[in-house]
């Protein structure tokens, strides 16, 4: 079984920074793809970033410049710092952890981030 926990999210302001942060535990080897998606109110979940075990990155295009994610591979942790942050990057960000070679994902609880204008 594989574990997914984020932590990080909370409210901020306008222009202001956050910073998630996710660790996967459990039968982990094979899923080599760590990740953020976001789903905010009536819309569909969409990629925020991901980051292979090679450290190839791939970014949302309203995430880039502004989103920055890194992991750790000895720690099973990916985090995702979050600048210049707009009211339209409210949503719950979910992490995921997933196999390029398969179909096999994991998805952490959600953690909400607010943006207030």
């Known amino acids: 079984q594989v574990q997914v926990l984020e932590t990080g999210g909370g409210l901020v302001q306008s222009g202001g920074s956050l910073r998630l942060s996710c660790v996967a535990s459990?039968?982990?080897?094979?899923?080599?793809?760590m990740g953020w998606y976001r789903q905010a109110p009536g819309k569909q979940r969409e990629l925020v970033a991901s980051?292979?075990?090679?450290?190839?990155?791939n970014y949302g295009d309203s995430m880039k410049g502004r989103f920055t994610i890194s992991r750790e591979n000895a720690k099973n942790t990916v985090s995702l710092q979050m600048n210049s942050l707009r009211p339209e990057d409210t949503a719950v960000y979910y992490c995921?952890?997933?196999?390029?070679?398969?179909?096999?994902?994991?998805w952490g609880q959600g953690t909400q981030v607010t943006v207030s204008s």
């Open positions: 995921n952890v997933r196999s390029q070679i398969s179909s096999l994902q994991y």
């Open positions: 459990g039968n982990i080897f094979d899923l080599n793809v």
């Open positions: 980051i292979s075990s090679r450290g190839t990155t």
